[in-house]
């Protein structure tokens, strides 16, 4: 079965600090990922993806993830917190069919990430 | 500028009657889906639609409809709401082709609400 693991519901961070979002995956064939980020009261936005190649991947706002096939995962990270940065991040893998790849994407649960002052 | 506008953003509605949320997409964009956002349970697929004239159920269609007659345009909607039905609501549109490895581009979501 094609899945997304969220295993933390929140991420506390101090301002400053670097963070690790965590994520891990269950699809079969090469992975499509995604990270994507809600603020309040709007829609989700993209932030990074992994197709193939290098398996760390640079993205909106400073936000890095690094692709580890051996442990299916796809954490995201950022070096240095920030306030705004709080905010609810969904991974997300494209879903695979027997043609190969689909359009659908398959998100995990959510991590709310807060970043204190 | 490049969106997808989804009305209304919120509506607090009854049991049974009918509503319809519309979505629309200025990018010429052939996929839209339709998503809802539970706690707990992330973002599930409700339907979504390929090119015009062409939808398919996702994980959670039971009591919804959809249509695509135009390329822009994708509404959801609720023929019969009911208390379970209550939650938020997300359009989406990407780039054409199977296996697209492009983002999906979000609407700033529909809260709904059936009492």
């Known amino acids: 079965a094609q899945s997304v693991a969220q295993p933390e519901d929140q991420v506390n961070v101090a301002e400053g600090n670097p963070l690790t979002v965590k994520c891990t995956y269950s699809?079969?064939?090469?992975?499509?990922l995604f990270w994507y980020v809600q603020y309040p009261n709007r829609g989700l936005q993209f932030l990074l993806k992994?197709?193939?190649?290098?398996?760390l991947v640079k993205g909106s706002y400073g936000f890095e993830a690094e692709f580890n096939k051996s442990q299916t995962s796809f954490h995201l990270k950022k070096p240095s917190a920030l306030v705004s940065d709080s905010a609810l991040y969904f991974c997300?893998?494209?879903?695979?069919?027997?043609?190969?790849?689909?359009?659908?994407?398959?998100f995990g649960t959510g991590t709310l990430l807060a970043v204190q002052p | 500028e490049a969106q997808v506008t989804q009305n209304p953003r919120y509506l607090i509605t009854v049991t049974g009657k009918k509503l319809t949320v519309t979505c629309s997409q200025n990018?010429?964009?052939?996929?839209m889906s339709w998503y809802r956002q539970d706690p707990g349970l992330g973002l599930r697929q409700i339907y979504y639609?390929?090119?015009?004239?062409?939808?398919d159920k996702g994980d959670v269609p039971e009591g919804y409809k959809v249509s695509r007659k135009e390329k822009r345009n994708f509404p959801l909607i609720l023929e019969s709401p009911s208390p379970n039905q209550t939650s938020l609501y997300f359009c989406?549109?990407?780039?054409?082709?199977?296996?697209?490895?492009?983002?999906?581009?979000f609407g700033d979501g529909t809260r709904l609400s059936i009492l």
């Open positions: 639609s390929m090119n015009v004239e062409a939808t």
């Open positions: 992994y197709i193939t190649g290098d398996n």
């Open positions: 997300a893998v494209r879903g695979t069919t027997y043609g190969g790849a689909t359009n659908k994407l398959i």
């Open positions: 990018m010429n964009h052939e996929y």
């Open positions: 699809v079969s064939g090469n992975p499509y």
């Open positions: 989406a549109s990407s780039l054409p082709g199977t296996g697209s490895n492009q983002p999906q581009h």
